[in-house]
Every structure is written in structure tokens, then in C-alpha cells.
């Protein structure tokens, strides 16, 4: 993830010792034990050219795990990238719509002026 945050920051000049902070220890996922208890969570589509490192910098930062896939095939309606799908069908598209999407149902914020802070 470092690797997608990195020239990020760089190109808004945050400093080094900032971008340490972000070497999180690699965290190890247990695979359930039944196939009723599966969430597969939510998988980003896009690529570093789109504007899909907005939406990894706001997964790290929320501390929601995102999994990256390919950008093609996209079912964007116009083949765009980045879009977003998760459990249950749902997809959605555009960095913005992605952003307010994960908000929503990962993150830990209630309102929209508690987002605004």
C-alpha cells in the first residue's frame, strides 16, 4: 500500500518521517472456518494514472482493507476506472461516489458534519 501512497505524498511534499508513519506491520488474515460466515470486502478497480490513489489514501488512512484488482475489464458503464465493488452486487463508481460509499458503510463516522471535520 506504501507503494501507492508514497508518490502521493511525495508530490504534496509531506515530509519523510511522515511517510515512516505509514509502514504498517503487515497484518495476517484468518480464512473463517464455514463458507456462511465469507466476507469478501470491498475491491477497488483502478490503476495509479485514475484517480484511484485518493481512494487508497482514504482506505489507509480509515483503516478499511481494500483489495486491488485489475483495472479491465471495467463495468463502468463508459470503461472508466476507478470502481468500486462489494458484497452483495454492489458497485460503484467514481472516486467521489467511491469515497462517500466507504465512508458510509466502513467507516466510523455518523453524519455529514462529522465527515466534514
Request: glycine share 6%; proline share 9%.
Amino acid at each position: 500500500m506504501l507503494a501507492v501512497v508514497a508518490p502521493l505524498l511525495s508530490a504534496l511534499h509531506v515530509p519523510a518521517q511522515h511517510m515512516l508513519a505509514l509502514q504498517a506491520p503487515v497484518r495476517l488474515v484468518h480464512a473463517p472456518t464455514r463458507a456462511a460466515a465469507i466476507h469478501m470486502g470491498p475491491k477497488l478497480h483502478g490503476s495509479q494514472q485514475s484517480r484511484s490513489p485518493l481512494v487508497n489514501w482514504y482506505a489507509l488512512e480509515a483503516g478499511i482493507e481494500l483489495e486491488m484488482q485489475a483495472p479491465r475489464p471495467s463495468a463502468h458503464p463508459f470503461g472508466q476506472v476507478p470502481f468500486l465493488t462489494d458484497d452483495d452486487g454492489v458497485e460503484v463508481f467514481e472516486s467521489g461516489a467511491i469515497l462517500l460509499y466507504l465512508s458510509d458503510q466502513y467507516g466510523s463516522t455518523s453524519s455529514a458534519a462529522q465527515r466534514a471535520k
